[in-house]
């Protein structure tokens, strides 16, 4: 069975007490199915990374390690610069402290805040430079991608937060003339996944994994998504 990937875009949602409470949850959904999770579950075989806002990390991190939760923490985005005099901005340095994945590139990202090719090439470099693996985002096939991104996510920009996902057929085709092209070698499907439709992306052979936005929110969902193989 492949390894699958499934990353939790929490956006701008979900304060400490929030995430706590998630955690706590998905917590008890494992300890239900199975006395010693990281043995049996599934995920032992797949990766799960929670994407939380950067003010929540330390404390999710904590929680994580405490409570040995088969769980790794990403970023939402990264500085395309190093550390210095960059207000406001949060180094790759830093977000090594608590996490090892870092979102870049989301349409969000590129639409709200002018994020350009150059741009996202220099956060690409930021995060590798500190070990940080991007997980570079796409919504067309033809677009850019830095040298050495291991894993990019196709999100096609009608079907993220709309409720109207892309074809599994589609998103199999644009994932792998990516792996060709880009020589990638995981490629994730984003866009209004959900508990009933995860399956039918996952299933397809170059689909290594979901990102997902919404309906990583509600922890049952999400337990759903991660649990469905
Ligand atoms: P969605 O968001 O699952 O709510 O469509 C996906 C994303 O923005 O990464």
């Known amino acids: 069975m492949k390894k699958l990937f499934f990353v939790a875009n929490w956006k701008s949602h979900k304060t400490e007490y929030e995430a706590k409470e998630w ?62 005099n960059y207000t406001g901005e949060v180094s790759a340095k830093q977000i090594k402290e608590f996490a090892n994945y870092v979102i870049i590139g989301h349409s969000e990202r590129r639409s709200n805040f002018s994020e350009n090719d150059h741009i996202l090439e220099q956060k690409v470099y930021m995060a590798q430079k500190y070990n940080l693996t991007p997980i570079f985002c796409v919504s067309r096939k033809d677009m850019v991608i830095p040298k050495g991104v291991s894993i990019v996510a196709y999100e096609p920009l009608f079907a993220v937060g709309s409720g109207n996902p892309d074809t599994p057929e589609n998103a199999n085709e644009t994932a792998m003339f990516i792996k060709t092209q880009a020589h990638v070698s995981t490629v994730l499907y984003g866009g209004s996944v959900t508990s009933q439709n995860v399956a039918s992306f996952t299933n397809m052979p170059h689909i290594d994994g979901v990102l997902v936005g919404r309906a990583s929110l509600t922890p049952q969902d999400f337990f759903t998504i991660i649990s469905h193989v």
């Open 23 to 84: 955690l706590e949850e998905i917590s008890n959904f494992l300890a239900e199915q199975d006395p010693a999770p990281q043995d049996k579950f599934p995920i032992s075989n797949n990766s799960i990374i929670v994407c939380p806002s950067f003010t929540i990390l330390s404390k999710m991190q904590s929680y994580i390690i405490q409570n040995s939760l088969p769980i790794e923490l990403g970023a939402q985005d990264v500085s395309p610069f190093d550390e210095g």
